[in-house]
């Protein structure tokens, strides 16, 4: 579902990978639940070490979109410039 469970800030140079256990392991403490952890591609290597190890839980790793899978979606201007207009009037600017 993508809901986010735990969350960890580290020094910037600690790589996501490596400091993503601390994250996982607090969510599998407050949700004994948990089966198993989805992560992009930048999370390989270590990450599913670990948490395979220590947590003895699985990642599902999801896959890059290539460039030629993406769809233009007409009319979809159309909805994006409404909405900016919506933002300019007074009442609707504080969003």
Request: proline fraction near 3%; glycine fraction near 6%.
């Amino acid at each position: 579902m993508g809901n986010l469970l735990s969350i960890f800030i580290h020094a910037a140079n600690i790589h996501d990978t490596k400091s993503g256990i601390v994250p996982a392991h607090s969510a599998c403490l407050k949700y004994p639940a948990i089966q198993r952890f989805c992560a992009d591609a930048g999370y390989r290597g270590t990450f599913i070490n670990d948490v395979e190890k220590i947590l003895c839980r699985s990642v599902d790793i999801s896959e890059k979109i290539k460039p030629h899978e993406w769809e233009k979606l007409k009319w979809r201007w159309v909805v994006e410039r409404t909405f900016s207009w919506f933002n300019g009037y007074r009442r609707l600017s504080k969003d």
